[in-house]
Nanobody
């Protein structure tokens, strides 16, 4: 079973940056490895539904929610089984628990808390 471990969250002031990481492990097939899956970053703020923030294809194409476009950048390192989310110019409304997910699977990590506050 594939496992996902997110890290890199914390408490930051508005306008600052954070870089989240998500490491995937447990791929047992040589045919289906980390590099063969698109990846997502989601977030869930208190009292709100989980929302898709960013997506990256196996080839590196990306897409973003309008609320983070121009501020967040998703990237991946297939050699390290890791997907990243660089978050710049953070705003209080970015406060949430952030999760990564392998597209097409039901596995979730434990998430990493991001709090943006002065």
């Amino acid at each position: 079973q594939v496992q996902l471990v997110e890290s890199g969250g914390g408490l930051v002031q508005p306008g600052r940056s954070l870089r989240l990481s998500c490491v995937a492990s447990g791929f047992t097939s040589s045919r289906f490895t980390f590099s063969t899956y698109p990846m997502n970053w989601y977030r869930q703020a208190p009292g709100k539904e989980r929302e898709l923030v960013a997506w990256i294809s196996t080839k590196g194409s990306t897409n973003y929610a309008d609320s983070v476009k121009g501020r967040f950048t998703i990237s991946r390192d297939n050699g390290k089984n890791t997907v990243y989310l660089q978050m710049n110019n953070l705003k209080p409304e970015d406060t949430a628990v952030y999760y990564c997910k392998i597209v097409g699977t039901t596995s979730w990590g434990q998430g990493t808390q991001v709090t943006v506050s002065s």
